[in-house]
């Protein structure tokens, strides 16, 4: 199963880097792309809330590395709220995956 990460910054200015199991994020976030802090949360835990779960299908075990990953995200969010801006995806690795979907699905 393909894996991908994907950089952000939060509205305070601070880089994260995300891990996710499957390439499924990039149906969801897209290069470039400004996010309020509440729908940039909302689409990331579908994703890896979904990429887990093909992880699990496919493999049998779930995968903790996307629960980290968005547990990490979740604490970054709490914090991010209380400053005024947008979470920005920065990058995805593999970048061709952005290519394929350049304006990223609801």
């Known amino acids: 199963m ?18 996710s199991p499957s390439l499924v994020i990039h149906d969801h976030l897209a290069t470039g792309v400004d996010y309020a802090v509440d729908e940039f949360l909302r689409r990331a835990s579908t994703a890896l809330t979904i990429a887990a779960e093909r992880v699990k299908e496919k493999f049998g075990f779930y995968c903790s590395s996307a629960v980290q990953t968005l547990d990490a995200i979740e604490t970054a969010a709490a ?6 801006g947008t979470v ?5 690795t593999p970048p ?4 394929a979907n350049p304006g990223g699905k609801p």
């Open 79 to 84: 914090h991010a709220r209380t400053t005024p």
């Open 96 to 99: 061709s995956v952005h290519a």
């Open 2 to 19: 393909p894996e991908m990460t994907f950089d952000i910054r939060w509205p305070n200015g601070t880089v994260q880097s995300c891990y």
């Open 88 to 92: 920005r995806v920065l990058s995805m």
